[in-house]
């Protein structure tokens, strides 16, 4: 009796088999089937029909016997893994597999003999190397007494798969990791923002439990008086899906209160609705509260500007910027945008002066010296120029190197024109003065002078009329008329050595004086009353002799004449330098010297210059140098002339030196 057998491969739409599609097994509808060799027909027929179909696919087929032998490999697999049917038939299905995963891959096979359904996932090497993962699907196709005919196993490459998920994992350890590391707190709220997670940094700063700020019960740590705002500002941000950005105080763990400053921004979908809220919220007390002090600050130097009605000025040395504090254009007429560099500052400095000032300026940023000063002319919106006072500091880094400066410039204009206008009055008063003081030096002399010489003049006329009326008969008579008018004449002499006496004012008292002082203050005199602008005058004592034995006021005005000689020397050179400096010579003396760049002194001028009425000054008396040496000779020193490194003349003389003096109550003062 024959037997009739309908069959065809069939697609397994089951969960056994989700990600592939592909044939999982063949159902047969039979009736009294009884020869097996029909049925093994029509299952080669069914499995050449899926090879033919599988040959299009992207996954690795492979059609295993009833015990898991290997009975055909797809073209799939012999393209991909470089493997064919004769080289593997009758071997088990992991032989295709690395060692290390054999032992998961034969589970899977007696799991699908067992149960009709084996699956696992492993790593394997592709021919060029490349590693892979594979998600395999064992499939049993079985017998109608329930027993496997055939496996199929149909493996998938899920290599970006795996590589996705790990990035994935990654991504997300790493959102984690930087959320708890975050100085910030962080949030995440639902569509309407209502929070659904927030980190631990919530804990920390408030000592509240996570759940407490869930929904809306983070605003229970809003400070009373800010919360309607924050609650106003949230539902607004809320409705209208803008970002949010308030400042508001939080309540610490110990019940005090703190800025901060929240953020949120929404997620959207693909269509625009918000899905999700993400926030952040910055403790920024800190910065409020030093915010706040640098206004109040900023104030108070804005007033303290204005009060002292100086312009003041920050320079950053490596930007080339200069800030101003407000009173640049009341000062000097000058729009402070414009004079936001120091290539501005620079160019309205008079060009006699911008060469002296500009080098002062370099030597004290490349110098020690932390501070500096200078006066000078700057130049006027309307040409015209004020004379100034610019002083300024040295700012530096860790390294030493100056980053910046920081001064003012006060106007001395008006200072200066009353200043000129009092030396000119002075100038007026001392040459009124020096003419009464020599018409009384005049009356005096006459007075004092006449007498004696009336008495030489008659004993001389007395003596030559004895002569020519006796001749050698008044012999005696004519000695003692000559010895009259010797006498008288003795007389004259010692009254004008008693005058020079007086005048030269004879005896010097001489104390301990600190030399840098008696420097130091002959100095300011001599530049405060000079009436030059851009005159550059600088001080080198020797640390070895700090005091000199002498009468202050004196000296100092040796000093101050030198000085201003020196600087009336200078005519219009562009660049005024004067150089004071002290120097131990030997045991018992400190030697001064007044130098400068100017012209010099002629060799012939100089041979008597310290004579009384020499001079190489137009209009000068020729008594200044005469009085300075005097003044020296009588401390027991020395006054000279030598020519200057600088250029010009040097000026210089010796003191005794001296042992510090006792502190009394007037020098402390």
């Not at 998961?104 to 892979?132: K, M, N």
């Not at 190197?401 to 204009?413: E, I």
Request: hydrophobic share 40%.
């Amino acid at each position: 009796m024959h037997n009739q057998l309908a069959g065809g491969a069939m697609i397994d739409p089951s969960a056994n088999a989700p990600t592939h599609g592909g044939v999982s097994g063949t159902v047969f509808q039979g009736q009294n089937v009884t020869d097996h060799k029909q049925i093994m027909d029509m299952l080669t027929a069914a499995l050449a029909f899926c090879r033919g179909m599988f040959s299009a696919s992207r996954d690795c087929v492979e059609v295993l016997d009833g015990d898991g032998q290997i009975h055909l490999v797809c073209e799939p697999s012999e393209r991909m893994l470089d493997c064919r049917t004769e080289d593997f038939a009758g071997k088990a299905w992991s032989t295709l597999w690395p060692e290390e995963e054999r032992p998961l891959l034969d589970q899977a096979v007696r799991s699908a003999i067992e149960t009709g359904h084996g699956h696992c996932t492993a790593r394997r090497d592709l021919p060029d190397g490349t590693p892979t993962w594979w998600d395999s699907v064992i499939t049993a196709i079985p017998l109608p007494d329930g027993r496997p005919v055939r496996l199929l196993a149909v493996s998938r490459d899920i290599t970006r798969l795996i590589e996705t998920q790990e990035r994935l994992r990654e991504s997300e350890e790493r959102y984690r990791l930087t959320v708890e590391l975050s100085l910030q707190l962080i949030l995440t709220g639902d569509a309407h923002g209502a929070v659904i997670d927030i980190s631990t940094r919530w804990t920390e700063f408030t000592g509240l439990p996570r759940e407490a700020a869930l929904g809306n019960g983070w605003m229970d740590a809003v400070h009373p008086d800010d919360r309607p705002h924050v609650e106003r500002e949230c539902a607004a941000a809320f409705a209208s899906g803008d970002p949010l950005d308030i400042e508001y105080r939080a309540r610490r763990y110990d019940g005090v209160f703190q800025w901060v400053r929240g953020r949120a921004r929404p997620k959207r979908d693909e269509d625009g609705a918000i899905v999700r809220w993400y926030g952040s919220v910055e403790n920024i007390d800190e910065a409020r509260r030093a915010g706040d002090a640098l206004r109040q600050a900023g104030e108070r130097f804005r007033l303290a500007a204005q009060a002292t009605n100086d312009a003041i000025w920050d320079w950053d040395l490596r930007t080339r910027q200069v800030h101003w504090s407000g009173t640049l254009h009341a000062l000097f007429g000058h729009d402070e945008e414009q004079a936001a560099t120091s290539g501005w500052w620079i160019g309205q400095i008079h060009p006699e002066d911008r060469p002296a000032i500009q080098r002062s300026i370099d030597a004290v940023i490349d110098g020690p010296i932390a501070h500096w000063s200078a006066e000078y002319r700057f130049r006027r919106p309307d040409g015209s120029y004020a004379e100034i006072l610019d002083r300024g500091n040295v700012i530096r880094d860790e390294a030493g190197f100056a980053v910046r400066m920081v001064g003012a410039m006060q106007d001395l204009t008006n200072r200066k024109a009353a200043e000129r206008k009092i030396r000119q009055i002075q100038n007026e008063l001392i040459h009124v003065s020096r003419h009464s003081a020599m018409g009384a030096m005049a009356s005096m002399l006459a007075h004092e002078l006449n007498q004696p010489l009336t008495a030489v003049a008659s004993y001389v006329k007395g003596g030559q009329r004895l002569i020519l009326s006796r001749g050698a008969d008044a012999l005696a008579e004519i000695e003692v008329a000559l010895e009259e008018a010797a006498v008288q004449a003795l007389r004259a002499g010692a009254i004008l050595r008693s005058l020079r006496a007086m005048v030269s004012t004879g005896n010097v008292v001489r104390r301990a004086e600190n030399v840098a002082r008696l420097v130091g203050e002959a100095r300011s005199l001599a530049l405060a009353g000079s009436g030059d602008i851009g005159v550059i005058c600088n001080i080198s004592l020797d640390p070895n002799a700090p005091f000199a034995a002498c009468d202050r006021i004196q000296i100092q005005q040796v000093l101050l004449n030198l000085v201003r000689n020196a600087i009336e020397a200078f005519g219009d050179r562009p660049i005024k330098e004067v150089a004071i400096s002290s120097h131990k010579r030997g045991c018992r003396f400190v030697e001064i010297r007044v130098e400068d760049n100017g012209p010099g002194v002629a060799p012939e001028i100089a041979k008597g210059l310290f004579s009384p009425f020499v001079t190489s000054k137009e209009g000068g008396m020729g008594v200044g140098l005469s009085i300075c040496r005097t003044i020296i000779e009588a401390h027991d020193g020395r006054l000279w002339l030598e020519r200057s490194k600088l250029g010009g003349a040097a000026f210089c003389f010796t003191l005794e030196t001296a042992s510090p003096p006792e502190q009394s109550g007037e020098d402390r003062q």
